[in-house]
């Protein structure tokens, strides 16, 4: 019985120029996103999130999919925004143990 199970194909990765050209073809509208997707022997799904992506990148995204509808920079200064707010809290934090301790020495 387990023989008719379909083997998992092995994830594979893709360069941004490739994913770029995919979108520009299914951007192109002579073929839906399911065609080109078989064409390349590529999951449909994949290829619908390259073009949701690409979108939000234009600035053209609804907003309502995953990654918040935030571009590729903005994803990357959110990112570096909160590594520094991270930052910023734990030297809050130092200065307000150092601040009680020299108070509690003056009393």
């Known amino acids: 019985m387990s023989s008719s199970r379909k083997q998992p194909r092995p994830r594979r990765s893709f360069t ?9 073809r299914c951007r192109a509208g002579d073929r839906s996103i399911g065609q080109v997707a078989r064409d390349f022997d590529l ?12 979108e939000r990148d234009d600035g053209g995204g609804s907003g309502g999919g995953s990654g918040g509808g935030l571009s590729a920079d903005e994803r990357e200064e959110l990112a570096r925004l909160r ?19 020299f108070a509690g020495e003056t009393r």
């Open 16 to 24: 941004a120029e490739f994913k770029a050209e995919i979108v520009q």
């Open 43 to 54: 999951t449909e799904t994949a290829v619908r999130e390259w073009v949701r992506a690409a």
């Open 83 to 101: 590594r520094e707010n991270h930052q910023l809290r734990e030297d809050v934090g130092i200065l307000k143990r150092a601040t009680a301790f």
